[in-house]
């Protein structure tokens, strides 16, 4: 099944490369466009089963590597595929 | 409204951050995960009024700024608050 990670800089924490987007976007003519953050998504595979355990796994995986909690929010997700 | 863009390699596209977190998380003991794509999370905020034209400035905006479409896919969505 397929997973996903939301990884996005916390409240309050300085992002810069949002700050550089919002600028190119108002340079660009999207001038009421307010409050650009910048993270990442990290789609991967995971052998099919338990999603509870699967969501686990995710967070964990967020824990321990993908996120840098100090500084950054993550959210796990399972993505369905068909009904 | 909140807006957000995910912006990830395209198919045959080689993505060689996603290659290293998934050695990475292979050597951290998380064996069976695969196909590992990183790519990044646009989140911002757009004045309230019509889904539809929201969504448009969304792709407007990926298409001329956030996404290399030669390389990456973009998808658009508007975030709902509460009910």
């Known amino acids: 099944m397929k997973g996903r990670v939301l990884i996005s800089p ?9 700050t550089a987007v919002e600028q190119a ?3 660009l003519g ?3 466009v307010r409050a650009v953050r910048v993270g990442k998504v990290i789609d991967l595979e995971l ?3 338990d999603r509870v355990a699967a969501l ?3 967070a964990r995986m967020s824990e321990q590597l993908l ?4 500084v ?9 595929e068909g009904a």
């Open 10 to 18: 916390k409240k309050g924490i300085a992002d810069p490369q949002g």
């Open 25 to 27: 976007l108002h340079a």
């Open 30 to 32: 999207f001038a009421d």
């Open 47 to 49: 052998p099919e089963g």
């Open 56 to 58: 686990a796994a995710l």
């Open 67 to 70: 996120a840098n909690t100090v």
């Open 72 to 80: 950054e929010t993550y959210s796990c997700s399972i993505l369905d």
